[in-house]
């Protein structure tokens, strides 16, 4: 002990292209854009990390492990611009040291909104992963770490999974650590993996940080902090954006050579070790009950939902989009629901956050907006075309479309 | 009230909650108004936000501002 659990998030979104009130086609998606962008991560991230963990995992003859949550809007850009890149994630799955884990496969607020949905996307998700890299996931992760006692329920109801991954926010724990496993108040089966933000942090933002007073960040150094842990938790969970090596840290910051020498460094601590989340769901037991009646998340200093919802344009544009749930659903239109669905990525709504507009770095990141004012205006847009869709369906086949009452 | 200014306008380098167009862009001035009239969240936010930002921007801060460059000049030594 301790046992570092790494998990790295990997997901692009769809963005949508530019459409006015006047646009009348169907044509949602920039695809030139989401290329190009998928183009320049696969050749900045995802190949040169791929290839890094496949050779620690190989150096390190299997003691050296990492799990992935991949979405399914990413794997349909991959297979489309850059198929290597999931060659790379399959080799890496045949290795025995990666996990994968479930999510929804749109990276979709559905939990907040469509319970039913909900389910659909993480159903559709898991058989994708079983498709791609043989892989029945067994841990879930909700759309940017949201969390509450009601997502267990819903997720052990499910019966397929055996853990939650979250974060380990401040109000939550109430001076517990994140180094240990909990369970939520009703559900003593499915165990919670908590992200230690302060370490997770330490790579994902201050790493290139010449302000921050650990700058530089040596790998030698990082293992010491992970060593302290001895004695006092079970596991450090460091879960992070896949991006962040060689995007958010270019790699002029030495975020790789970081990376390269982590693992050797980790291990000359004979007490340290690396597990998967579900080997660490096998491997400790839940030490207390974690209460979590409200809803969290991994965004922000706030850690809380006012990235996605901090607004009206925002709540908005996420009631409008439920509300056509069961019209999309009910036109049997596949084109048409796979449009819907895919406005559901959550970055739509993180790029209409007034939080940050001035100077939200983060926030600005792969946004393809110059403002969040004109992200609702393009959504909204698009909206309008996708409602008249499926209305024109409903008069062709003579239904009447659902009324839903407010 | 919301309000839409052109790109290419010197307020635009100060002014954040606003909707911005290139000055040639008809069909994108077209696209906002019509927007901040079928949306109230839009006009909701844009005037919240709007109202709170245009009550930063004062003429005494401007010119407190230049008055601390000039005193900053006056200071400086003049080297011959």
């Known amino acids: 002990m301790p046992s570092v659990c790494f998990y790295f998030q990997v997901h692009q979104p769809c963005r949508l292209r530019h459409y006015t009130v006047f646009d009348q086609d169907h044509r949602y998606f920039d695809d030139l854009k989401n290329k190009s962008i998928c183009r320049k991560v696969a050749n900045k991230c995802y190949l040169p990390t791929n290839r890094l963990i496949l050779d620690l995992i190989r150096k390190h003859e299997g003691r050296f492990k990492v799990a992935y949550s991949v979405t399914g809007v990413l794997l349909e850009q991959l297979a489309e611009y850059a198929p290597e890149v999931i060659s790379t994630f399959d080799a890496l799955a045949r290795t025995g040291c990666v996990e994968f884990l479930a999510e929804t496969y749109y990276h979709s607020l559905s939990f907040l909104y469509s319970r039913n949905e909900f389910k659909e996307q993480i159903c559709k998700h898991s058989e994708t992963i079983e498709k791609f890299f043989g892989y029945k996931p067994r841990v879930f992760r909700n759309t940017e770490l949201i969390y509450s006692n009601d997502l267990t329920d819903v997720i052990e109801s499910m019966g397929v999974f055996d853990g939650v991954i979250t974060e380990g926010a401040d109000r939550i724990l109430g001076g517990r650590s994140p180094n240990f496993i909990y369970n939520s108040p009703r559900s003593k089966r499915i165990k919670l993996l908590l992200k230690n933000y302060a370490l997770s942090d330490d790579i994902a933002f201050r790493f290139s940080n010449r302000g921050w007073n650990e700058w530089p960040l040596m790998a030698g150094k990082f293992s010491d902090w992970v060593s302290r842990v001895n004695g006092n938790g079970y596991v450090v969970n460091l879960f992070m954006d896949y991006e962040t090596f060689g995007e958010h840290q270019w790699k002029d910051t030495g975020i790789f050579d970081f990376m390269h020498h982590l693992p050797e460094e980790i291990m000359k601590n004979p007490d340290n070790n690396f597990k998967t989340p579900s080997e660490v769901i096998a491997s400790y037991p839940a030490t207390d009950v974690l209460d979590v009646p409200g809803l969290i998340s991994w965004a922000d200093t706030e850690r809380d939902l006012s990235a996605w919802l901090g607004n009206s344009m925002q709540s908005n544009a996420l009631h409008e989009l439920y509300r056509m749930e069961q019209n999309v659903k009910q036109a049997k239109d596949e084109k048409l629901t796979s449009d819907w669905r895919k406005l559901q990525t959550s970055d739509h709504f993180y790029y209409m956050c007034t939080k940050y507009f001035a100077d939200g770095d983060v926030h600005k990141y792969f946004n393809p907006y110059d403002s969040p004012y004109d992200s609702y205006i393009n959504f909204m847009n698009v909206m309008g075309n996708l409602e008249k869709r499926y209305k024109k369906k409903q008069v062709v086949s003579g239904r009447q479309p659902i009324q839903i009452e407010h | ?80």
Request: charged fraction near 25%.
């Open chain 2, 1 to 80: 009230m919301p309000v839409l200014i052109s790109k290419q306008s010197g307020v635009s380098e100060v002014l954040t909650h606003v909707l911005k167009a290139d000055f040639w862009d008809v069909n994108e001035i077209a696209n906002k108004i019509v927007a901040v009239l079928k949306y109230p969240p839009l006009r909701m936010t844009l005037k919240e936000h709007g109202n709170f930002e245009v009550r930063k921007l004062k003429w005494e801060d401007a010119a407190a501002k230049c008055l601390a460059i000039y005193n900053q000049l006056v200071c400086e030594p003049v080297y011959a």
